[in-house]
């Protein structure tokens, strides 16, 4: 499928949308997956050639908050170094949140988690990594409410992770523009 897509729009980045599981061909990496093991694997998938960059997903309804900032390390510091030294692509961590259904929930727990978020990712852009930046799942404007799944940011409901969200967008705004490189391109930003 990805060498069709890029036959009829070679313009256009292309990625897979996948959460980052690692399968039983990478047994070493089955170790980072969340709890439960699923037939994906982040390694061969993003091989093909069509790909031009990987994705993780990490989300949380349970297993503490020390749990959770652990994993929040290991997860996206393993694709990491995948990402950079076997698959030479830039990864994107594309969804991540924490949902409202936690026991325990609170605002600026939330805040916090992102926080811990958007500061590895950064770091990791910011030391040459191959991290291209986060996106939060999900953002909902007012009167959505059918889409709602617990995880939400209504933006007008929740200024304080607003404030996190823009102060994130802009030093990796900056950082881009710091970079000596220019950034045509993800294959020329991470060669």
């Known amino acids: 499928m990805a060498s069709y897509t890029k036959s009829i729009d070679s313009q256009h980045l292309l990625e897979i949308g996948m959460e980052g599981f690692c399968g039983d061909s990478v047994p070493d990496r089955k170790q980072f997956n969340p709890g439960y093991q ?3 694997n982040f390694i061969s998938n993003n ?13 949380f309804t349970t297993s503490g908050e020390e749990g959770q900032l652990g994993f929040m390390e290991r997860w996206p510091t393993s694709h990491w170094t995948d990402s950079r030294r076997i698959l030479k692509k830039p990864l994107v961590f594309a969804e991540f949140g924490k949902s409202k259904k936690d026991p325990g929930y609170s ?25 291209g930046g986060g996106l939060v799942w999900r953002i909902l404007g007012e009167g959505m409410d059918s889409y709602n799944d617990g995880y939400e940011i209504v933006m007008s409901q929740s200024p304080s992770t607003v404030g996190l969200i823009e102060a994130q967008s802009q030093k990796m705004t900056q950082l881009i523009h710091s970079l000596s490189t220019p950034y045509s391109s993800c294959q020329d930003y991470y060669y």
């Open 47 to 59: 091989l093909i050639k069509e790909i031009d960059f990987t994705t993780i997903h990490a989300y």
């Open 107 to 131: 605002l600026s727990g939330r805040d916090s988690f992102l926080s811990n978020a958007y500061s590895n990712i950064y770091k990791s852009a910011r030391s040459g990594g191959t991290m």
């Open 38 to 40: 699923v037939g994906t």
